[in-house]
C-alpha cells in the first residue's frame, strides 16, 4: 500500500492519497477483489488499462523490444499480444489497483 499525504505550514492534513494493490490470477473479471462495502462500491469507477493497446498518436514504449503488441519471447514463445489478448492467452496476472482520495479545505470557499 502507497500512502502519499500533503500537509501545509499549519500542519494540517489536506490532502491524501491511498493506493492498494491485489495481484490476481484472471483477467480482470473479479467484480470486488478489494473486499468493498456496498456504498464504497457505489462510487467507485473501474478503469481498464490494457497494456497492448495506446491511443492513436501516441507512443507507450521507448524501445520497439518493450512493446508487448511486437515482443515474442524465444524462452516461452508467448507473444505478441495481439487484439483479444485477455481472454486468449494463459498464463494471465490482473493487477488490481484501489486509489482512495481524500481532500480537506480549510478556505471559506474550495476552488474546483
Known amino acids: 500500500m502507497w500512502v502519499v499525504l500533503l500537509k501545509l505550514g499549519n500542519g494540517r492534513l489536506q490532502f491524501?492519497?491511498?493506493v492498494t494493490t491485489v495481484h490476481a490470477n484472471d483477467d480482470g473479471s473479479t467484480e470486488n477483489i478489494h473486499g468493498l462495502d456496498a456504498a464504497s462500491l457505489k462510487?467507485?469507477?473501474?478503469?481498464?488499462?490494457?497494456i497492448a493497446e495506446s491511443e492513436k498518436g501516441k507512443k507507450m514504449y521507448e524501445?520497439?523490444?518493450?512493446?508487448?503488441r511486437?515482443?515474442?519471447s524465444t524462452r516461452t514463445g508467448?507473444?505478441?499480444?495481439?487484439?483479444?489478448?485477455?481472454?486468449t492467452s494463459k498464463p494471465i496476472m490482473c493487477a488490481y489497483k484501489l486509489v482512495r482520495?481524500?481532500?480537506?479545505?480549510?478556505?471559506?470557499?474550495c476552488v474546483r
Request: positive net charge; hydrophobic residues 35%.
Open 16 to 18: 491524501k492519497i491511498t
Open 78 to 87: 508467448r507473444g505478441p499480444l495481439l487484439p483479444g489478448w485477455q481472454k
Open 43 to 50: 462510487l467507485r469507477t473501474v478503469k481498464f488499462i490494457d
Open 101 to 109: 482520495y481524500a481532500f480537506s479545505c480549510l478556505q471559506p470557499r
Open 70 to 72: 511486437a515482443f515474442k
Open 63 to 68: 524501445k520497439a523490444n518493450d512493446d508487448p
